[in-house]
């Protein structure tokens, strides 16, 4: 968009000789433009009480926050639709705010956030500090989940701790733009969250129309923020937000979405001018960051299972691909298997029933369906599970069989948004060379470097040349997050764990993105997060698409956050063990 620089202050363009007038907007901006400097002086203690009065804020709307997802969405109220309401709304925001909260005390006393573990080497030379659990909660509700943060090469253990939270020590003021992504609440409002608790930005969000019903709640909720000048909530589609892109007192932008949707900012800013930053890319004199998609790979290890462990297992990659709808960045694409594996078959079959047994849901993105449909049906193997009602029906696509040879394969390229989840085989001499080859194919070959999955059984580990290619894994995989027998969403939601793509040159390629989301305990150069989970838990995760009661554990979860306590936590163990 094209236009005088003095025109931004009257909210005035000119584009083809049109004139684009968005004068509210120009207002918002230029409130936040002059409280940008007030928002450095805030001391951490006072930030630590509006996290809490806010956090007592969102438990309050919770219940409308649900109702108004599931309305805008399409959904039915109960079982797994409510309970992504949950997830993904209320609960993620209050342990969010949570965490800011303690880390504000604990720059307030210490200087910086202070994590569970110290820094320390790993036997591959790369520093890592452990994030999760933090207290007792974590680990009652999380049972033997574990998950570290892994540093850059290059930083070493004396830099770790100097290095975090050093926006509070050397700061400059800045308006951050915070374009929200349409299908996950959580998301969007952790962005606002971090640009302004851990980079000290002031912040103009907008979300995406498809959830535009999460400004008045974020209005309400964060009232104590837009009452003093530090963030501003506008509506409005992309014409708005390239004409918010554009503007001179905009310093740093976040978008949530696709790299097609990236890279036309990028262009519109200037797009020959780049230099890339150590959380994103500056252009046109801009901080941009991103949180885009991902050919989610999941990689299963052979092992010897039980019958019950296979379909445990079936269930844990469906869910992974199908929760939402399968309208998520992380959602499983991409199971790839050893063709030696003596239970594959079974274990596919396994997938297959799973999939037949999920009823077919009505999709919030219209074009969704039809797009989904034609992009399974471009491969030979395409399966289709589900009744399809109307040109709404999201269906279920399974794409097993893919040739690994055929590396110009769609899936293997591109992103699919909706219900697709495809298998293919590769040939290695035993499990250990098997993990080795799904880690170059994964690696150069599957596109989007955000998240990766592995399911692992503990019998495979009881071989000790098995158990090292894993942990060889683990170190070469590049991945911003890599997760063993855990779905990447939930490990974005914990919020101390770093979330968003592997950080490495890509030129004009931007794939999954750059900067960073969670990161409470706000370390400096993250590279990647590991997650390591039980194969199976008792009793199952609440997000398991076969648990239709789980609705209920969302919600006492939720009003846990808000408050927590030993009374909280016995109701939410209760839920969670109704079946």
């Known amino acids: 968009m094209s236009g005088k620089e003095e025109d931004f202050a009257s909210g005035v363009f000119v584009e083809n000789g049109r004139s684009v007038e968005f004068p509210d907007l120009a207002d918002a901006v230029a409130e936040l433009s002059e409280s940008a400097a007030d928002w450095l002086k805030v001391p951490p203690r006072e930030r ?33 639709s409510e309970t992504e309401e949950w997830f993904t709304g209320p609960w993620g925001n209050l342990l969010h705010l949570r965490r800011l909260e303690q880390a504000m005390y604990d720059i307030e006393r210490k200087g910086r956030p202070i994590p569970p573990g110290e820094p320390h080497v790993l036997p591959n030379d790369q520093v890592a500090v452990d994030v999760f659990p933090v207290d007792r909660w974590d680990s009652m509700f999380f049972s033997g989940v574990k998950a570290e943060i892994r540093m850059r090469p290059g930083v070493q253990l004396e830099d770790v701790t100097p290095g975090q939270a050093r926006a509070y020590r050397e700061s400059m003021p800045g308006v951050a733009l915070v374009l929200g992504g349409g299908n996950c609440a959580t998301i969007a409002v952790g962005d606002v969250l971090r640009k302004l608790f851990v980079e000290n930005r002031v912040v103009l ?8 019903y999460t400004g008045p709640i974020i209005s309400e909720a964060f009232q104590p923020l837009i009452e003093q000048g530090f963030l501003r909530v506008v509506q409005g589609g992309a014409e708005e937000g390239q004409w918010l892109c554009r503007h001179k007192d905009i310093t740093d932008i976040h978008v949530t979405g696709s790299n097609a949707t990236y890279d036309a900012i990028v262009a519109s800013l200037g797009g020959d001018e780049r230099k890339e930053d150590p959380v994103g890319r500056r252009t046109g004199g801009k901080l941009v960051t991103s949180e885009l998609g991902n050919v989610s790979p999941v990689i299963v290890v052979p092992g010897q299972w039980s019958d019950k462990d296979l379909e445990y297992g079936a269930l844990q990659a469906v869910t992974g691909s199908l929760i939402s709808m399968g309208f998520n960045c992380c959602s499983h694409r991409l199971m790839i298997t050893h063709d030696q594996w003596s239970q594959r078959s079974v274990f596919i079959d396994n997938v297959r029933d799973q999939l037949a047994a999920l009823p077919s849901r009505e999709s919030y993105y219209p074009e969704a369906p039809k797009l989904t449909r034609a992009f399974a049906e471009a491969h030979e193997t395409s399966e289709r599970y589900g009744e399809e009602l109307n040109d709404r029906t999201m269906c279920w696509n ?42 170059e194919f994964c690696n150069e070959h599957v596109w989007g470097n955000l998240s990766i999955t592995l399911i692992v059984h503990p019998s495979s580990l009881a071989d000790p040349e098995l158990a090292s290619a894993l942990e060889r894994a683990v170190d070469n995989l590049r991945y911003g997050t890599v997760a063993l027998n855990f779905w990447p969403g939930i490990a974005a939601l914990l919020n101390t764990t770093f979330w968003g793509a592997y950080p490495e040159q890509r030129g004009d390629d931007i794939q999954s993105g750059d900067g960073l989301f969670g990161n409470t305990f706000m370390f400096e150069l993250p590279q990647k997060t590991v997650v390591r989970a039980p194969f199976r838990t008792w009793p199952r995760p609440l997000w398991f698409l076969d648990r239709p009661n789980s609705h209920r554990a969302g919600r006492v979860l939720a009003s846990f956050e808000a408050e927590p306590s030993w009374l909280g936590a016995a109701r939410v163990s209760f839920e969670a063990m109704r079946e």
């Open 48 to 80: 630590a009480e509006l996290l809490a009065t806010m956090r007592h804020r969102v438990a309050g709307l919770a219940d409308r926050w649900v109702s108004d997802g599931l309305r805008s969405k399409g959904a039915k109220p109960g079982g797994p």
């Open 205 to 212: 969000f907008k979300p995406n129309p498809l959830s535009a």
């Open 398 to 439: 399974f794409l097993p069989d893919l040739d690994s040879s055929e590396i110009e394969t769609p899936l293997f390229k591109s992103e699919v948004w909706g219900g697709v989840l495809g298998e293919s085989t590769l040939r290695a001499s035993d499990p250990a060379a098997f993990l080795d080859e799904a880690v």
